[in-house]
């Protein structure tokens, strides 16, 4: 199994458009996005995003956040746990809570999931992305499932 | 690829069975809907809804909104940009909103989004349905994901 | 078609601890859960679960309540009804609410759904799982549908 781990972050129009930018600032923003809930094959492979095929179908893990509320700030997080028999993803996010907090929360609640399943951890990434909302902003991160078919070229 | 725009209402003795009533109303009662984002490939064709195999896994974006709140005028409503390299949909939904509103609204969101990623738009489609709430009603739009092997015969 | 019927219940320190822990009790811990809309082609048999693939791609409907406010009684119920052109299922969850009712408005909605589609019950499936919440809690009950790639063997 190959994954992709992105980030992205955009002011917008509306809350959808927002979002959606966030998305295209990603990367993601011309596919189809399939969300499953978050866990990885063993020895899963981290890559680059590669380009991927307009209105392609594709799993991910989304960790997303929007808000119209000028001055908050919006963080979205996603902590990747590699194992030889399996890995986790766990996704969180947060309005006007520290960043640094989220992500210490996002990787103890992954290496929690990784203890019960007595896995030991070989790599753990993370992955965040904040901002004040200045009118109406949008932050996400995502695991992105790479498969051959949505792959451009 | 290709799609079918569909629509339907119907009333319920529950939230869920209005919900599925106006699925079925809309010709996609017997099937299971996975809900996607909402990005379409280049050049995607409409299709009249052919018959779906009962049971089968479709891709679908939904709008979808129900009420047990007699008086209620409820809408859905979805907006269908196509493109040469891509194309892109908007859901919305209101309680009590004007069906005209939420239309323009839908197509200002879907046009942003084309603008956004600088692809002209061929043909824009827009469905929206919408009903008088009695006791529990539910209203849905969908552009369905046709794929072979969701079509009977 | 064939699908299992499970369920599972747990506590953890965290929400989406508990909720991880109680998929892990139903057997469905280790593979990514894509939500579907709950139909069932004709003659679906029922099987035993079988060990999933860790990571694979699992269609499924999910009911599932989590709770951290000590002593509430949190409860998840699934019905299936199995006929010969198609089945339906139907997922409902209740917090402080007796079991042996949530059952029966789940059966209850299943064979309206049913009946609104003409199709007689071959056969009825209730599954239920229900918990007095110690700390932080969670209970699901879920239809897995079985497809060959996401078996392990």
Excluded: H, W
Excluded at 52 to 78: F, H, Q, R, W, Y
């Amino acid at each position: 199994m190959k994954i992709a781990i992105v980030s992205g972050k955009a002011e917008g129009p509306t809350k959808l458009n927002a979002f959606d930018n966030a998305l295209s600032d990603a990367g993601i923003g011309d596919v189809n996005l399939i969300k499953v809930s978050s866990m990885l094959a063993g020895n899963t492979e981290i890559e680059e995003l590669p380009k991927l095929k307009a209105g392609s179908m594709v799993n991910c893990v989304l960790s997303e956040i929007t808000s119209d509320n000028p001055g908050d700030t919006i963080t979205a997080v996603i902590a990747v746990a590699i194992g030889e028999k399996l890995g986790c993803v766990v996704e969180t996010n947060g309005i006007n809570k520290k960043e640094s907090e989220l992500i210490i929360e996002a990787q103890n609640m992954v290496k929690y999931m990784m203890d019960k399943r007595s896995v030991e951890i070989k790599d753990m990434i993370t992955e965040s992305s904040t901002a004040t909302v200045e009118n109406i902003a949008s932050v996400v991160g995502s695991v992105i499932y790479l498969e051959d078919e949505i792959i451009e070229g």
